[in-house]
Each structure stands twice: as C-alpha cells, then as structure tokens.
C-alpha cells in the first residue's frame, strides 16, 4: 500500500479536509495533547482493520474510540453518574475511560476487540475537538506510530513511521503532554494505565485510593483480556477440509467454508470480519442438533495475518 500522504494546515480548510477523508473511512493522523493519534471511523471494519495494516501491529489489542463531547459518547457507551462525575471534571483532557458498550452501538469489534467495553477519550487538543465535532462521529486511534517505535508528537515523527501508508496527516504542532492518557476501568475503579492525570488527581476525585496492583498495572494487560472472548465450542487452526462435526470458517478460493473471512483471500477484509465471524461461528455451534467445534483455514503469517493468526491462537488455547 502506498498512498500520497497529505500534509494538512491545522486550519479550516486541513479540518474540513481531515474531516472528509475519515468520514470516508480513509486514515488521518491528528494531534492530541498527548500524542498524534492515527484516526480512523470507529464505525467502519475497513477503516479499523487499516490502521491495524498501517501500524504493522501483531495483535488486535483494542483500541481508543475519540469523541468530541460527553454526549457523542452517549450513542455508543452506557454512561453512569459516576462517568458524568469524572467527566465533568477531567474532559476535555487525557483522561480514557472503560465504559459498556451499548447494545446496537455500531462501532466495529475490532475497536473493542471483541469485548463489550469500549475505551472512550475526549481530547483537549483544540484542533482534535474540531475535527471530531466535523467528523461527528467516533474516530478510533492508537498512537501514530509504527508498533514497536515511540509515540509521535509532531506531524514530522508521524511521516517519519506512516508516510505512504495513510491518506494524511493534519499539523497541530508539537503535542503538549507527550505520554498518552490515562486509562481507567470502571465498576471498580482500576487503574489499567498511567499516564497524562496523574493517580492522585483521580483518587481524589474518586473519594478512594485505585488498585493499581496484579495484572491491571501491567502495561500489556488489556491484551491479555483477549483471552477472556473466545467462542464456546472448541476451535482448530489450519483447517484445510471439515470434519463432520464442524463448522469450518473459510479463507480464499481455496478454502470455502459454511462462513469464511474472505472468500477472494484479502487480509484487511479477512481482518475487518474476524470478530462478527467467530460471534456467528459461536452462535452456530450453540444448538443442540448443530456442528460442536469450529475450525478455521490456514491464513498466511504475513502483514495482517499475523494479528489475526494471534487473535484465532488465543480462540484455539486450551481452557480451563
Ligand atoms: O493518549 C492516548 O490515549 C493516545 C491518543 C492518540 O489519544 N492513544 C493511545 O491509544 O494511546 P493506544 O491504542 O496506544 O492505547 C489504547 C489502550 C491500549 O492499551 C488498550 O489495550 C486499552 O487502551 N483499551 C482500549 N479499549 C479497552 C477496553 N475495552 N478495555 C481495556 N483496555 C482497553
Ligand atoms: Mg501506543
């Protein structure tokens, strides 16, 4: 993939444009105060599965849904008077919180990665609100950076990772925090990653202290949540033909399947449907009279396909 990436003016004519470009499900990069997100429509499979692509991430850890205000949040997360709080006192600011999804939220399970919360941030970069109230809808983005290499805090690290990989990048100068939000879980309070408000200012405003401590503090340990999503019926990788008793998910002419994630071979589409795939594939194998394991094609290693290639890993391991 290689795109002539846009550098855009951080003035009316960059927002309306950064604004454009995701609305059609087309990756920008924007700044926050903490560091350059690399956004994408939070409601579109495609777009999510290409920051995936764009970041060379290796694993679908879940990702943050941005919004311009409280009440854009409301259209897709349960929002508590506990959440209206906090928010009243630490949004716009980097602050992300842990929040339910609502039931029919529209937003792509490779944003929540299949769990059923949805990380939420309203920045306070003045030009991130701007563009977010234009794109009027949730944008999704990870720091913009290749996965692996520091975070970015200027248009420049952001070309430095991702030029020809996204459609643009708008310049809001040099970001001010430069550490990413802090994220918080809710129903407890847990505290699943430091960052730009300090534990302090939360526990404060929490009347109680936050744990901190076993696998929340972890900086990983929203990915190992992954495991707690894996379909009921036992699943086998690198299927090249079904058993009797199983349904098999396809990849490629090669590989039909009863469903498949993508019948022509695409990786970003293989990506963009792995989630609502295995959600059918666990309701298929729930009725009595039905197939009782899943199995699923062998899909290649490379680019996208190492990510998904993780995610089918985790639904395959053994249970307790
Ligand atoms: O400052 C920031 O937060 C930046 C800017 C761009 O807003 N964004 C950022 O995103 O740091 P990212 O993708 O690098 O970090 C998101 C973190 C990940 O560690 C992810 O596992 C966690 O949020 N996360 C997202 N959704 C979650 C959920 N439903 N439950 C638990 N953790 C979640
Ligand atoms: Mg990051």
């Given at each position: 993939m290689c795109l002539e990436t846009e550098t855009l003016s951080a003035n009316d004519a960059g927002i309306d444009r950064a604004a454009q470009l995701l609305r059609a499900s087309k990756l920008v990069a924007f700044p926050t105060e903490t560091v350059y997100g690399l956004g994408g429509s939070a409601r579109s499979d495609s777009a999510v599965a290409g920051i995936y692509a764009a970041k060379g991430r290796p694993s679908f850890n879940p990702l943050i849904a941005h919004v311009a205000c409280l009440d854009m949040a409301e259209d897709f997360a349960e929002i508590s008077n506990d959440v209206r709080s906090l928010a009243a006192i630490f949004w716009p600011g980097p602050l992300t919180l842990v929040l339910p999804l609502r039931a029919g939220s529209g937003i792509s399970q490779l944003v929540t990665a299949g769990l059923g919360t949805v990380a939420v941030r309203v920045p306070a970069h003045p030009v991130a609100r701007r563009l977010l109230r234009q794109v009027d809808g949730p944008v999704a983005a990870p720091s913009a950076n290749i996965s692996g290499k520091i975070s970015p805090t200027t248009a420049g690290h952001v070309l430095n990772g991702l030029s020809g990989k996204i459609s643009a990048v708008l310049d809001g100068g040099p970001c001010a925090v430069g550490v990413e939000s802090t994220i918080l879980s809710l129903d407890p309070p847990r505290l699943l990653r430091p960052g730009g408000i300090s534990?302090?200012?939360?526990?404060?405003?929490?009347?109680?202290?936050?744990?901190?401590?076993?696998?929340?503090?972890?900086?990983?340990?929203?990915?190992?949540?992954?495991?707690?999503?894996?379909?009921?019926a036992p699943v086998r990788l690198n299927a090249t033909e079904a058993q009797p008793n199983e349904?098999?998910?396809?990849?490629?002419?090669?590989?039909?399947?009863?469903?498949?994630?993508?019948?022509?071979?695409?990786?970003?589409?293989?990506?963009?449907?792995?989630?609502?795939?295995?959600?059918?594939?666990?309701?298929?194998?729930?009725?009595?009279?039905?197939?009782?394991?899943?199995?699923?094609?062998?899909?290649?290693?490379?680019?996208?396909?190492?990510?998904?290639?993780?995610?089918?890993?985790?639904?395959?391991?053994?249970?307790?």
């Open positions: 534990t302090e200012a939360l526990q404060t405003a929490l009347g109680r202290s936050l744990p901190t401590g076993g696998d929340a503090a972890a900086p990983n340990a929203p990915g190992q949540l992954l495991s707690h999503y894996a379909p009921g349904l098999w998910i396809g990849f490629g002419p090669g590989c039909p399947g009863q469903l498949t994630l993508s019948a022509s071979g695409d990786l970003l589409e293989a990506a963009a449907n792995l989630f609502a795939t295995l959600h059918s594939a666990d309701a298929l194998t729930s009725p009595p009279n039905g197939p009782t394991r899943i199995a699923v094609a062998p899909i290649p290693e490379r680019g996208l396909g190492r990510a998904i290639n993780d995610r089918l890993r985790r639904a395959a391991a053994p249970r307790d």
